[in-house]
Each structure stands twice: as C-alpha cells, then as structure tokens.
C-alpha cells in the first residue's frame, strides 16, 4: 500500500471512529443535544491538518496505536491470568516459596514496556480544540433554496462587516472591531479548513483568538441553526464563484446543487451536462456518456421535448441564482454557459458563451488533493474537446477535504 492510500484510510479511521463514538453515547442517551444533533463531549478531537501531510507525524501515530494495541490485549492477557492463578490458589497444596516472575507480573511488564517503547507524537499535532457542535453534518443537502436563502441573510446579517462578496471588506470593518482586528476573507480556503458543525458554532456563538474577543459576533439570538447552515451553504457558493470570476477556477471542489424539479436523478454511470439557455442550442448534440440538463428561465417555451438531446428541462429560478453565484456570474447572464459534473457530483467543468467547443482550460477543478497531486498531474490525458475533457476527468476523481477529513 502506498503512503497516500495508508494515509486515506488512516484519516478515514479516525474520523469513522470519533463519529462512532459519539453515535454510541447518543444510543446509551449519554450525549445532549445542541441546534438539533448530538453534541460531541469533549474538548479535543483528532486533527488531519498536520496528519494530512506530514508522513513522519503519521508513521508515528501508526506505531504508537499499535504500541496501545499491544499494550491492552497484554493487559487483557494479564487479568485473565490473575483470574486463572486465584482458581489454582483455591486448591490446597504444599507450601512453597512465591515465585519473583509469574504469567500476570510478565503480561503487566509487556504492557508497561509497549507503552514506554511508543513514538508518543506532540499531542498538539494529534489533537485540537473541539466545540459541541465539531461534528454536526448539514441538513440543507447544498440545496439551490438554501444557498439562495443564505445570500439573503447574508447580506442582512454579515455584508456590513465582511462586505458583499465576503472579502472582509464591508463599510463597518474600517471601523475596526475589538482590538482593531478586521473581518477575515471568506473566499480563500477558510470554509475547508474547518469541519461544518465547528463553522455553524463560530457563527453562532462567536469565537476566541489567543489575544482576546475577535469578530464575527455571536449570531445565535439572530439566526437559527437552519439559517446558518443556509448562510454557510451561500459562503461556499459564493468562494466558488469569487475564485472563478478571479480566473482561479474552483479550487476547492463544490457539489452540484439540489434543484426542486421533476428531473430525475442522473443514472450513476453517467456525468451531469448543464446546458443554460431559452430553447434547445443548435448544435446541441446527444451524447451517451452524459446526463443533458437545460436549464431555461422561468416560464421559456424550450421546445426540449421534441430534442433527443437533452434528457430533462429545469426551470427552477432557485437553481439558475445557485449556478450564477458558482459560476460568478450575474443570472441574467448565464444562458451559453455549460457546466460539467462528474459521477460523484463534483462540479468539474464550465464553458463559455460563444466559446467554440471545450477546452482544457474550461476544467475548474482537477486537483488530487494532496502532495501526489504533481504526479497526477504528470500522468493526465492531455488534449483538446469534451472527449479529452471527460478522460482527465475520470483520471483524476477528487477527494475532497475538510479540515483534513475525507469529505465525501
């Protein structure tokens, strides 16, 4: 096994096992609940921001888990050994001298040896502080009325302050807040760097910087859990659509939104093809490697039904505002854009009005992520059109992070 797969499902364990846990004290009735979820416990938690890409801290862990192992089953075999001694005690026999080294004393002493043995890695590089709400997942499913929702409460609750794109740059935060620290940017990697349920407690309870009170301001009396979690899902649409609009592409992957339609799900063997316009482009063509979505303004006439190129037709305004924001467009601007979704939903791909056909360039977001992604790279498929385009695709499948997590 290589180091990238050892350190996929190494992460994965851990974060499968602290998400266990916390079921398990949920079953027993042993966790409470906060904003609708059970509350993760304790203070701390596994972090995957250093485990992620430092081979030697993760060798480390390895051995030292392993040392933990052997030590408990040693553990085990002592107490079990203990047992079996005070059966054979209950039996009269001779008297004899009590031996200096017996099973349960060696079993003790293998424990205590595997233990000090262990690499202890730095604890501040395993763990980091956890809130309540460290592991609480979305409700929303990043749906286009969500993310429609939190640019509106957005822009009542948080533009004063991180300014209408959320580059930290709103008309109050020249005013300084406590200790003259401004409103951090919101289109960098912030929003991956941080689990979901920890981002929803920041947002609404505020957090504490080493050097006192720092913004944002607790948000709890004003929004709800839902309505933050709508905020958080705009956040995300929004940094994509920043980084596009920069030429940057997505460089954190963004799911396709959920759309409320009569449109089926696209088949599992097949990519999502978007296609934005009033009716049927003319040089639309079928293709069987691809699930074709047009997407028309509300109330257009798009004569789809007499196409076979296209499988179903969606005009759902919530959508159209969605896909604008992703694409860093205005809506009123988005028919000729095409979009491209992998199998998994990952948004890949995006092409131009007027443009001629695909282009390599038109691949938003292509990163293995991780420290393979220079070989991967290396290796892709290179060439020119949709053909090339869908190959690199499924080259190079996207594990997205959260906080270092695999986020699927």
């Not at 992460?11 to 266990?20: G, P, W």
């Not at 004393?105 to 233990?115: F, K, S, T, Y």
Request: glycine letters at 8%.
């Amino acid at each position: 096994m290589d180091l990238a797969a050892m350190r996929e499902r190494v992460l994965a364990a851990l974060d499968a096992a602290q998400r266990a846990w916390l079921q398990g004290l949920d079953l027993l009735g042993l966790a409470r609940t906060v904003d609708g979820q059970p509350a993760w416990p304790h203070a701390w938690r596994f972090s995957a921001q250093v485990l992620a890409y430092d081979a030697g801290l993760l060798r480390q862990l390895l051995w030292t888990l392993a040392a933990i192992a052997l030590a408990l089953t040693c553990a085990g075999a002592a107490l079990l050994s203990q047992r079996r001694t005070r059966r054979h005690r209950q039996v009269p026999a001779p008297a004899r001298p009590h031996p200096l080294l017996t099973w349960p004393r060696a079993w003790w002493a293998l424990a205590a040896l595997a233990l000090l043995a262990a690499p202890w890695p730095p604890a501040h590089l395993v763990f980091t502080r956890a809130v309540p709400t460290s592991f609480h997942q979305s409700p929303t499913g990043f749906e286009a009325r969500a993310i429609v929702a939190g640019q509106q409460l957005y822009a009542a609750h948080c533009a004063s302050c991180h300014g209408p794109t959320a580059r930290g740059d709103g008309p109050r935060a020249a005013q300084g807040g406590p200790n003259d620290l401004w409103p951090p940017t919101l289109i960098g990697n912030l929003l991956s760097k941080r689990l979901e349920g920890e981002l929803l407690w920041r947002v609404r309870h505020g957090w504490q910087a080493d050097e006192g009170p720092h913004p944002p301001h607790a948000f709890g009396a004003a929004l709800s859990a839902e309505q933050t979690w709508q905020v958080l899902d705009f956040l995300r649409a929004n940094a994509a659509g920043q980084n596009v609009a920069e030429g940057g592409g997505w460089p954190q992957p963004v799911r396709l939104p959920r759309a409320q339609s009569a449109c089926p799900a696209a088949p599992a063997s097949l990519r999502t093809r978007l296609v934005f316009a009033d009716t049927v482009p003319a040089d639309l063509r079928p293709d069987p490697r691809l699930f074709t979505v047009l997407v028309t303004p509300a109330g257009a006439a798009s004569g789809a039904a007499d196409s076979v190129a296209v499988d179903c037709t969606l005009d759902d305004p919530d959508f159209r505002t969605a896909m604008a924001q992703l694409l860093g467009v205005p809506p009123t601007s988005l028919n000729g854009h095409q979009v491209l979704s992998d199998r998994a939903g990952w948004l890949r791909a995006r092409s131009t009005p007027g443009a001629a056909g695909w282009r390599d360039d038109d691949l938003l977001c292509q990163t293995p992520t991780g420290p393979e992604a220079a070989v991967a790279d290396a290796s892709r498929p290179v060439g020119e059109g949709l053909d090339a385009l869908i190959a690199r695709m499924d080259a190079a499948p996207l594990l997205p992070l959260r906080a270092g997590f695999a986020h699927r």
